[in-house]
């Protein structure tokens, strides 16, 4: 009897903790950029449509489009000169470029990931900045967590919702978005 019974307390001391891990667990969508964007704000964003991949500086990147995104690129936007329309949203999620050696062809594949960027189109909001907020979250893999970039990442990112506004001046002719839509 002895024997069950501590069995059952180890049983109820491990129900405790597994319950109180994950209480303990980071809910993303709380995290937010001070005097920004909120990660809260993109939710859903993980099944969104793909609007194109990138690789660039060792990072592979989905870019992902929320239902009015993708309908103004189908509509042929920004490519016709019009703008994006309000509520339009991109989450870009990067991770680690890691070279399959022993696949076909040693495709280059996600590994960790670093990171999500966002972006919102809101011309009343941030009409100081093109009409668009931007938002940038790093990935901490051990820790299971996002936290807000800072002026230490690359790019660096200030604490407000314009942190991308100075990159996207050079496609304003673009209503500020460097992605096209993958042909399909």
């Keep these: 009897m002895r024997l ?3 069995y059952v307390a180890a049983l109820t001391a491990c129900a405790a903790l597994t319950v109180t891990m994950a209480f303990a667990a980071q809910d993303k969508y709380s995290v937010k950029v001070p005097g920004g964007l ?3 704000e993109f939710k ?5 449509e793909l609007i194109s991949v990138s690789h660039n500086g060792g990072h592979l990147a989905a870019i992902l489009g929320n239902p009015a995104m993708i309908d103004a690129y189908k509509a042929g936007i920004p490519a016709n000169g019009k703008p994006f329309p309000d509520g339009a949203r991109m989450a870009k999620v990067h991770w680690d470029a890691v070279k399959k050696e022993a696949f076909p062809g040693q495709p280059w594949a996600p590994g960790k990931q670093a990171d999500v960027d966002f972006m ?3 011309s009343k909001r ?4 093109g009409g668009w907020g931007y938002g940038a979250f790093k990935y901490d893999a051990a820790a299971d967590t996002f936290k807000p970039a800072t002026t230490a990442d ?3 990112q200030e604490h407000d919702a314009k942190c991308g506004f100075a990159c996207h001046t050079i496609v304003k002719n673009r209503d500020f978005v ?3 839509y993958g042909h399909r």
């Design 4 to 6: 069950a019974s501590k």
């Design 38 to 40: 909120a990660f809260s």
């Design 44 to 48: 859903g964003y993980e099944s969104w």
């Design 120 to 122: 919102v189109k809101d």
């Design 126 to 129: 941030f009409a100081d900045s």
């Design 154 to 156: 690359q790019p660096p």
């Design 178 to 180: 460097f992605t096209e």
